[in-house]
């Protein structure tokens, strides 16, 4: 157990000192950045969808059965418009982009909602592997192709009514006339487009010219939905590679392996005051133990 300040220290050194830094960022990221999806801001968007259907929070209603696809498109409309066509409400991913802008990094995501690149990050520097928020792809499918959806999004929020949008506007296939349904990985319908292909190449150029070097994973609020895609990789990565550190940052659950404890900076804080921390290089001035 180490104090908070000195881990602040630890990973402000270890940002600095890098000769790249791997950013794996999972919702815990997006939660800090103010994008919670129960509580009041869910209350606030969402009241009609929970009286009628006392939907518990905005991840569950993604998959509530709709009766229609004018009620099914009036609840994504709402849900994609509200979680990446405005702004989160906390500075979360700017300050981070403050950090490494002058680093070679790059930035693996599961979150969907485009916040990276709304921040300013290099489009070029992304791989977002479980879809996006913003592109719709057929739900056969029938081809591999997405297609940006916010104007259709933006005109079904203005028209929608008594949770419903207008019949014509619900998206179809320009191929085979099925309905759109959203480009996010839960099945294997997911559709990965060119580029996502692209994105992916340059991860994995990413990790092969930086394989020896002394890099920094960085781990932000990755859960325990998909540690596959992030953070067992992160873990492998560091155990073979003496030069690399890892640190975890999360809310509730920063831990690090045995193995390669040594070589880990444990953070269990919110990332936002971490960020804060370490742009200013002061610790928050409470208390607080990390592993």
Known sequence: MKDYSEQIKQLK???DSADAILIGAGSGLSTSAGFTYSGERFHQYFSDFIEKYQ???MYSGGFYPYDTLEE???WWSRHIYYNRYISPPKP?????LKLVQKKNYFVLTTNVDHCFQNAGFDKKRLFYTQGDYGLWQCSIPCHQKTYDNEDEVKEMMKAQKNMRIPTELIPHCP????PMTMNLRCDDRFVEDEGWHQAMERYSDFLHHHRKHNILFLELGVGANTPAIIKYPFWRM???????????????EAFAPNEISNRSICLQADIGDVLLALRTYKGIHNFHHTC
Do not use: H, M, R
Not at 238 to 252: E, G, L, M
């Open 13 to 15: 050194e270890a940002i």
């Open 55 to 57: 939907i518990p929070d």
């Open 72 to 74: 099914y498109w009036a």
């Open 92 to 96: 979360v991913y700017k300050d981070l």
């Open 175 to 178: 191929i085979c006339g099925k």
């Open 238 to 252: 560091t155990a073979q590679n003496p030069s690399s550190i890892y640190a975890c940052v999360n809310f509730n």
